[in-house]
């Protein structure tokens, strides 16, 4: 089968021609569609305090492998439960049971447990299935969102991360700009052994993505009362006061068309089949732990809306 498909069509005026391509591994959407994600393709979290948690974070504490992971935020996704993402750098792939189109507007809808005063902004990414494989293993391009210009954000920022040496310790970590640090291990909280993902079996790993500047603060000045302001727009988690659905304010949207690829140019997107939700601060706020970007949803939301009309 050839890789491309063209189909040439009529304009109104007879010498002009529409040129259209239509790949082979676009998925068109049916009638039996879902706008909701349909599996999950990947778990990757940095460590966290909600990371291996039985109670809150809702694991089995016996999540030895990758595929463990994923059937874990398939599951508490499917529950309407929250997915943490832990600190900087850790993600979730989803993908949709057909390709999703960029529309006209937002074509995306994520879920998060943000309010007034508490935003853990995840940046969002895209992908095709351009191999056509099913899995999330083509280039990614992020979505631009209001900081992605800052002086102050980081692009191909990595934090690597170190297995404790024994239980109830905080995890350490050092970044791509030499500075050192600790995911605390918060005991009055959190009690598990480890807040270092179990499954993940090398002594470190690193975690590679965009950083926002954090603009967190302790608005009482001892340590009681931490404030995690919000950034401008498009960003998953985050109490916006742009991109957010009118009478949902937990649901930020996206747009296809705002994709920029590894140099920060803008990449035109006809579709895609994969979204990547990723912790962008690097920060903590004391009693509150790490910035961790958590998830509930992933929606089409050009499908929903179409469909509603």
Not at 102 to 113: E, F, V
Not at 177 to 190: F, N, S, V
Not at 240 to 266: C, M, P, Q, R, W
Not at 299 to 305: A, E, R, V
Request: net charge negative; aromatic share 12%.
């Amino acid at each position: 089968m050839c890789a491309v498909c063209m189909v040439i069509a009529s304009a109104c005026n007879k010498s002009e021609v529409i040129t259209i391509t239509v790949e082979d591994h676009y998925r068109a959407a049916t009638d039996l569609s879902s706008h909701v994600w349909s599996a999950v393709k990947e778990y990757t979290p940095a460590p966290g305090q909600f990371i291996n948690e039985t109670k809150t974070g809702g694991f089995t504490g016996e999540e030895s492998t990758p595929a463990d992971a994923v059937k874990y935020a398939e599951g508490r996704l499917k529950e309407n439960k929250f997915v943490s993402l832990g600190g900087f750098g850790g993600y979730i792939v989803v993908g949709f049971d057909h390709s999703v189109d960029n529309t006209t507007g937002y074509d995306l809808a994520i879920r998060g447990n943000a309010f007034d005063g508490s935003s853990e902004p995840g940046i969002v990414w895209v992908a095709r299935d351009e191999n056509g494989d099913g899995l999330a293993n083509d280039v990614w391009y992020e979505l631009a969102g209001s900081d992605t210009m800052a002086e102050t954000t980081i692009r191909a920022y990595s934090v690597t991360y170190y297995r404790p040496e024994a239980d109830g310790q905080p995890v350490k970590w050092i970044d791509s700009e030499g500075t050192e640090g600790e995911i605390d291990y918060l005991a009055a909280y959190h009690k598990q052994p480890s807040y270092y993902p179990t499954w993940i079996t090398t002594d470190t790993y690193t975690l590679t993505g965009t950083r926002l500047e954090a603009r967190n603060y302790d608005k009482s000045g001892t340590g009681t009362m931490w404030i995690q302001p919000s950034y401008g727009w498009g960003y998953a988690d985050n109490f916006s006061a742009e991109d957010y659905v009118e009478d949902d304010k937990t649901l930020n949207l996206f747009d296809i068309a705002n994709a920029i690829d590894a140099e920060g140019k803008t990449a035109v997107l006809d579709y895609i089949d994969f979204v990547k939700v990723q912790t962008a601060c690097n920060a903590k706020s004391g009693w509150l732990g790490e910035q961790s970007t958590e998830v509930f949803d992933f929606l089409d939301y050009g499908l929903m809306l179409k469909r509603n009309e």
